[in-house]
């Protein structure tokens, strides 16, 4: 099986434009969550959604968002980009089912880079 | 609030010797622990899980609901050891992740 994948794997914008990125689940998960990296904060939760619609929210400001089409595939979008928004961008899959038993695979991450 | 505590951000240990990762939660719920590993130039994966009482590459982890920690042990290190290694928790049945600082550990031949 494929695993996780996610585009582009590097990107630099300046503050205050926006960008989108993208991650593509195993085949035949269902579910997608989103994880900010940062050196000062570490791994933090950014939103999950399953089956189209967000099941999970983190405590990120209304410029992150997200969502998730019919073949599971999910977009973030960061608006108003902030130099405080470089970071790590790693999103994870799993087939959101059985939650007991259900584990997360990491996709690379993107790398954004906020001039 | 659910929070994850690893107090020691790099360990030193020499092959062959014992290493402990410490990890302690704050969570008013159940929660299910997990330790994820990260090795160079590899993605994040999952090392092991509480629920399932395991044994992973000699690594083990008992959760004490007492003492809120899920200390993460192996008695032999490898050089193969080396990596960085992230303990997290979720609420029961959820796939939100809140993940501590991680280890770094480095296991010197």
């Known amino acids: 099986k494929a695993g996780v994948t996610q585009t582009p794997r590097y990107l630099i914008k300046t503050r205050g434009q926006q960008v989108t990125l993208s991650c593509s689940p195993i085949?035949?998960?269902?579910?997608v969550s989103w994880y900010q990296q940062t050196p000062g904060q570490g791994l933090q939760f950014l939103f999950e959604y399953f089956s189209e619609t967000q099941r999970n929210k983190g405590n990120f400001p209304g410029r992150f968002s997200g969502r998730q089409f019919s073949n599971s595939r999910s977009e973030m979008n960061v608006s108003t980009l902030e130099l405080g928004d470089s970071a790590l961008y790693l999103c994870?899959?799993?087939?959101?089912?059985?939650?007991?038993?259900?584990?997360?695979?990491f996709g690379p991450g993107t790398r954004l880079t906020v001039l | 609030a659910q929070r994850v505590t690893q107090p020691e951000k790099l360990l030193s240990v020499f092959k062959g010797a014992p290493v402990e990762l410490k990890c302690n939660y704050s969570?008013?719920?159940?929660?299910?622990l997990f330790w994820y590993v990260q090795y160079s130039r590899q993605r994040l994966q999952l090392l092991l899980r509480h629920i399932s009482r395991e044994s992973i590459k000699g690594f083990t982890a008992d959760l004490n609901k007492g003492e809120t920690s899920f200390h993460l042990k192996k008695p032999f290190a490898q050089e193969e050891d080396s990596a960085m290694y992230y303990c997290a928790l979720s609420g029961k049945g959820n796939n939100r992740l809140a993940f501590g600082k991680g280890n770094q550990v480095v296991v010197i031949p």
């Open positions: 994870a899959s799993s087939s959101g089912l059985d939650r007991s038993t259900d584990t997360q695979y």
């Open positions: 085949s035949g998960h269902r579910s």
């Open positions: 969570y008013s719920g159940s929660p299910e």
